[in-house]
């Protein structure tokens, strides 16, 4: 067996078909399981192994860079422990290694009188999840931090910051193979055989065996799982997210990054500012179904994508509860107007030309065939084989924590020691 892996214009050889340990997807999760298996057993033979020419080429590197503090979340959840543990790590990582972060802060702001009850509900959510600092501050305050923001009363999240989760992706794969472990890039999976004592995972690059796998697939983690001769019991949903970005003469308009307070029924933040690490601003991102797993504009249409979520009956159950507010999403996606009526309520001296089309990054969201979409972080195992389900945002700031849980959870299963 002989395949090539390339990274950062590395190109060591494969020369071994045989691993303890298979770990499908590139992306932050998939990365930041393979750095703690490399850290806690070094003497396993670990692969990865990425369908795209380099690391974090879908949501790990299509995301805001924003390093979450945790206070949205669900208190006793997976995503408020491993967030607000995971951005600490985060911080800490970047600052190791070099990597350009900024703990700047945010302000959440509530624009109506009925947000308010729910912005007081999230400084409680923050304050149980462990956040410190949380303040309400009122209309002057909120001047002082966002100068042309408006609002009635906002929240302040001092441990808010923001990164490169693409860069922090590459560092984790250095490491990864510094430590003896191979990322095989342009690498997808296309079947995998389970025997009682093996699995085989078949290649573009060839064929590889191992005594364990773990799915880590992101928007195909689902199909990954039947792949894998498992019954997912969710689908993934492909949620669109499109940015505008803000032109540079009139990024001074936003110092750090200005959320509204978010709808508590859906499990996306609400179109908001975001001062990137670059220094650029952008706003965004909305939510809308996309018809395609990777689709990232309008005209991306994929048939087997688009019948596999026409088909599966959680997706019309979700379509008769949510209709409503998927229609706004798409109204605000197809006329810039409205798109920008929802930002001008929390920084009303912005106009339609002051925003050019960014870009934008697609969410792999699980969905229940009850309907409900999968609201926690979703590990699921069977036998040698361990399936990430859903680990949407905020699973880039959380991946040090992911990887970490997940190898406590499996490693005796999975036979890592
Ligand atoms: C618009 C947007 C904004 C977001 N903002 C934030 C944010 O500010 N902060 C935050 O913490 N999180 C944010 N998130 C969420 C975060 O980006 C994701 O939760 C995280 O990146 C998920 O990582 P992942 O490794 O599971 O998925 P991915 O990064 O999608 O990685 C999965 C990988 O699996 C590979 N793969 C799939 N099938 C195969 C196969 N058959 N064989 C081999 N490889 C395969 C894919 O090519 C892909 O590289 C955002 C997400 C989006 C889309």
């Known amino acids: 067996m002989l395949a090539s892996c390339s990274l950062n214009g590395h190109v060591p050889t494969v020369t071994d078909s045989r691993y303890d340990v298979i770990i499908i997807g590139g992306g932050a999760v998939g990365l930041g399981v393979a750095l703690e298996i490399t850290r806690r057993f070094p003497r396993q033979r670990l692969l990865l192994l990425e369908k795209e020419e380099r690391v974090a080429f879908h949501q790990s590197g299509h995301n805001s860079g ?26 800490e990582f970047c600052r190791e290694h070099g990597i350009p972060h900024n703990v700047c802060g945010k302000v959440i702001v509530a624009t109506q009188e009925d947000e308010l009850p729910r912005l007081e509900e999230l400084k409680k959510r923050g304050e ?21 923001a408006t609002g009635l009363q906002a929240l302040v999240v001092p441990s ?28 997808g999976a296309g079947a995998i055989k389970r025997t009682s004592t093996e699995i085989t995972v078949e290649t573009s690059k060839g064929a590889f065996t191992t005594r364990a796998l773990i799915n880590c697939a992101g928007l195909h983690s689902d199909r990954i799982s039947r792949m894998a001769g498992d019954d997912p019991n969710v689908m993934i949903v492909p949620f669109r997210g499109e940015y505008y970005d803000l032109i540079p ?29 670059t220094g650029k601003v952008d706003a965004g991102p909305n939510a ?7 689709g990232y504009r309008h005209s991306d249409i994929n048939m087997p994508d688009l019948a596999a979520s026409l088909t599966f009956s959680g997706f019309w159950k979700m379509a008769a509860k949510h209709w409503r507010n998927g229609l706004g999403e798409w109204h ?28 934008s990054g697609v969410r792999a969201q699980a969905l229940k065939p009850d309907g409900a979409l999968v609201d926690d972080f979703q590990f699921v195992p069977s036998g040698k084989v361990l ?12 991946s040090l924590m992911i990887g970490k849980t997940i190898v406590d959870m499996a490693a005796a299963s999975l036979e890592l020691s």
């Not at 605000?332 to 870009?359: C, I, M, N, Y």
């Open 66 to 91: 924003v390093i979450h503090s945790g206070v949205y979340y669900k208190p006793g959840s997976l995503k408020a422990k491993l967030c607000v543990t995971g951005a600490a790590a985060m911080v």
């Open 288 to 294: 809308i179904l996309a018809l395609a797993r990777e």
């Open 332 to 359: 605000r996606s197809l006329w810039k107007p409205a798109f920008v009526r929802a930002l001008q309520r929390l920084l009303p001296e912005v106009t339609e030309k002051d925003f050019v089309p960014g870009g």
């Open 387 to 398: 399936h990430v389900l859903n680990v949407p945002s905020p699973a880039a700031t959380a």
């Open 128 to 148: 149980a999840n462990g956040l410190t600092g949380l303040r309400l501050i009122g209309l002057e305050e909120l001047r002082e931090i966002e100068p042309h």
């Open 160 to 187: 808010t910051g923001v990164t490169d989760y693409a860069l922090v992706c590459e560092k984790y794969a250095e490491l990864v193979q510094a430590a003896g472990g191979t990322v095989l890039t342009s690498a």
């Open 249 to 277: 003469e009139r990024a001074s308009l936003v110092r750090a990054l200005i959320y509204p307070v978010p709808d508590p029924r859906f499990p996306f933040l609400g179109v908001h500012f975001t001062r990137r690490i």
